[in-house]
């Protein structure tokens, strides 16, 4: 199954600024997720990262506050915007690979003071 | 819409104790995932299940998904101090490849 690097894992940001998560896989995936996990609570689907296009969000989350890219096959990045200590939280990804294989980066931890 | 509902929410059991935990849904779902977080860490997945009926095996942990495609459990024997963490089913939403999680089942092993 893919092999996912996300980073960074873990940061403290000023609340009115933005924080840019990366997420690279090692090998072409047909489907990108970015999944919010608020301190202990489940997991939460944010939106799909559409390749070459925009992404798709869930209800509750907007695209001028998660703003994601999505370049390739490969690679996608999730901007958490206008932090608040709201947004305190982990964020994943996930890609979906070849059969129903569905990985997790290892999350990244964002504390906002 | 569709949800999981997991339980337990937690358990603190004896190293060497069996443990179950389930997932219903009021839906029905074509697959089931069970998961272990780990802290600080992403979800793992330990067993997959993909057909009404199935019943499979990963070492210690036995999966099951149920007849009626609402419900699955999972099953450790002989827990050991590594099986401590977070525990979630997990399944595709509506047909569509987003995975909707339950609510987990954190897990203390005792030495």
């Known amino acids: 199954s893919a092999v996912i690097s996300q980073k960074p894992s873990r940061d403290i940001c000023q609340r009115g600024t933005s924080l840019t998560i990366q997420c690279q896989v090692d090998?072409?995936?047909?489907?990108m997720f970015w999944y919010r996990q608020q301190p202990g609570q489940s997991l939460t689907l944010i939106a799909t990262?559409?390749?070459?296009?925009?992404?798709?969000?869930e209800s509750g989350f907007v695209i001028d506050k998660f703003p994601i890219s999505r370049p390739n096959l490969t690679f996608s990045t999730l901007t958490v915007s206008n932090l608040s200590p709201e947004d305190s939280s982990i964020y994943l990804c996930?890609?979906?690979?070849?059969?129903?294989?569905?990985?997790f980066g290892s999350g990244t931890r964002l504390t906002v003071v | 819409g569709q949800q999981l509902n997991q339980s337990p929410q937690s358990m603190f059991i004896q190293e060497g104790e069996d443990v179950s935990m389930n997932c219903t849904s009021s839906?029905?779902?074509?697959?089931w995932l069970w998961y272990k977080q780990d802290p600080g860490e992403g979800p793992v997945l330990l067993i997959a299940?993909?057909?009404?009926?199935e019943l499979t095996s990963n070492g210690r942990l036995t999966a099951q998904f149920g007849i009626t495609r609402k419900d699955s459990f999972l099953n450790i024997s002989a827990s050991i101090p590594s099986d401590v963490g977070i525990y979630f089913c997990?399944?595709?939403?509506?047909?569509?490849?987003?995975?909707?999680f339950g609510s987990g089942t954190r897990l203390l092993v005792r030495p």
């Open positions: 996930s890609a979906r690979g070849e059969g129903s294989g569905y990985t």
């Open positions: 090998s072409q995936v047909t489907m």
């Open positions: 990262a559409n390749q070459g296009s925009e992404a798709t969000y």
């Open positions: 839906s029905i779902f074509n697959t």
């Open positions: 299940l993909y057909k009404a009926g």
């Open positions: 997990a399944g595709p939403r509506d047909s569509s490849y987003k995975l909707i």
